[in-house]
C-alpha cells in the first residue's frame, strides 16, 4: 500500500499573504489526516516564505500519522530535526532561493556530505530519504550513503506524461527496479496529481510513499479538501 503524505506548503503560502493565522496550518494538518491522509510533509525555506520553523515544531506536537520535512541539510535544518525528531527527514539540493526543486542529489559528487548527514540524522532516529533523479548511475551511490530511502523526483515524468506515458514512465521504472534490487526504500513526489498518478502506481507498485502538495491543494479549491484527499487515495489503490 502506498501512503499519500500531503504537502501543506501552499497551506502557509495562502496564510502569510494576509499575515495573520487563517488558514491555521496546525488545523489545516490535523484536518488532512482525520481525512485520510497518512502522513503530513512540510519542506520549511530559509527565507520562511511559506511553512516556518515555527510551524514545524508547532506540528511536531499533533501530528499522529508520520511526519515528513524536506529541506537542504544546512545547520539550522539539521538542528530543526534535532528537535522535531520526524518521522522522516527528506534531504533535498536545492539552493536558498530556489522556488521548488528542480533536481534531485549527485549523489557520487555528494557522497561524502550525505554520508555524514545520514548518519548524523539516523542517530537522532529519523528515517532518512534522499530526493534522487531516475538516473541509474546515482542509485548505488545513494546506497552507499547509507540512507533508508530515495525519492524519485517525478517532475520529468508528469510533464512528459500526456505526450506519451509510455516513455514518460520508462526510467522511473528502470531505477524503481534498481532501487529494490538494492534494498533501498522508494517514495516519489513533485508535480504528480490526479492525472498522472495512478500510472505511476501500476507500473511501480512498490512505491511506500508519495507527497504530493501544489496539485492536491490546487484541486481542493474545486473539490473540498476531504473529498480531494479521498481521491488520491483512490488513485493510489486502484
Given amino acids: ?10 497551506i502557509a503560502t495562502l496564510r502569510n499573504a494576509r499575515g495573520a493565522n487563517n488558514p491555521n496550518v496546525v488545523k489545516v494538518a490535523l484536518d488532512c489526516e482525520r481525512f485520510g491522509a497518512e502522513g503530513i510533509t512540510v519542506h520549511p525555506r530559509p527565507d520562511e516564505r511559506h511553512i516556518r520553523y515555527q510551524d514545524c515544531l508547532d506540528l511536531a506536537k499533533v501530528v499522529t500519522t508520520e511526519f515528513n520535512i524536506e529541506g537542504y541539510p544546512d545547520q539550522r535544518f539539521m538542528q530543526l530535526i534535532r528537535e522535531v525528531k520526524p518521522a522522516q527527514a527528506t ?7 530556489a522556488i521548488t526543486s528542480s533536481t534531485g542529489w549527485d549523489t557520487i559528487a555528494h557522497q561524502s556530505l550525505l554520508k555524514d ?13 534522499i530526493f534522487i533523479n531516475p538516473e541509474p548511475k ?8 547509507g540512507t533508508d530511502r ?3 523526483y517525478t ?4 510533464s512528459h506524461y500526456h505526450q506519451d506515458r509510455e516513455k514518460a514512465i520508462k526510467d522511473y521504472v528502470e531505477v524503481s527496479k534498481l532501487a529494490r534490487e538494492l534494498g533501498l526504500g522508494l517514495n516519489a513526489g513533485h508535480d504528480l496529481d490526479l492525472h498522472n498518478l495512478v500510472f505511476l502506481k501500476k507500473n511501480i507498485p512498490w512505491l511506500e510513499e508519495v507527497s504530493i502538495g501544489h496539485a492536491l491543494i490546487c484541486d481542493a479549491l474545486y ?16
Fill in 150 to 152: 530515495v525519492e524519485l
Fill in 223 to 238: 473539490f473540498g479538501l476531504e473529498n480531494t484527499i479521498q481521491m488520491y487515495r483512490r488513485q493510489l489503490e486502484e
Fill in 91 to 97: 534531504l533535498v539540493p536545492d539552493p536558498p532561493d
Fill in 138 to 145: 546515482y542509485f548505488e551511490p545513494a546506497k552507499l550513503t
Fill in 155 to 158: 517532475e520529468p515524468y508528469a
Fill in 1 to 10: 500500500m502506498t501512503k499519500l503524505s500531503v504537502n501543506i506548503n501552499k
Fill in 117 to 129: 548527514i545520514v548518519a548524523e540524522l539516523k542517530e537522532i532516529g529519523t528515517r532518512v530519504s
